[in-house]
């Protein structure tokens, strides 16, 4: 059964160009209850992290320095069917693909500079949500 928490990332550019807020509203209008919320900065440490999964790709080095380049926003979201339901919400991962309406499409900048984050499986919205909020008793399993 699908589970209901996911996590998400306000990234660097959307806070920094001011939309973190319109985001935020509009994740909260599609249902989903903030769980956990922080502002942080990110180290590069944090962001390679983060991200290792895509440590052979060709763009991990740009995209850990984006990722620090600024504030950005983790987010922990409950809703039922969270992830697969945030996937929908935010749209591809290339803003120019993604559907009308979606957070990327509304407020994405180009691939890598993309707005948010959002988990692609239970599994990783649990392991993701702990690396940012250890201490939340909804992310502890
Ligand atoms: P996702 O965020 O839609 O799940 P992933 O493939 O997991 O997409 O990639 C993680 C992040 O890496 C993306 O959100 C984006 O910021 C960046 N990224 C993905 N593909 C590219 C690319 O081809 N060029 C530059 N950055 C990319
Ligand atoms: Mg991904």
Known sequence: MAGNITFSIIKPDAVANGHAGKILDHIIQAGYKVRAL????????????????????????????????????????????AVAGFRTLIGATDPAKADEGTIRKLYAQSIEANAVHGSDSDENALREARYFFAEIEEVRG
């Not at 440590?55 to 922990?76: A, H, I, N, T």
């Open 38 to 81: 922080r502002l942080i900065h990110m180290t590069q440490g944090m962001a390679e992290g983060f991200y290792a999964v895509h440590r052979e790709r060709p763009f991990f080095k740009d995209l850990v320095s984006y990722m620090c380049s600024g504030p950005c926003m983790p987010l922990v979201l409950e809703k039922a069917d």
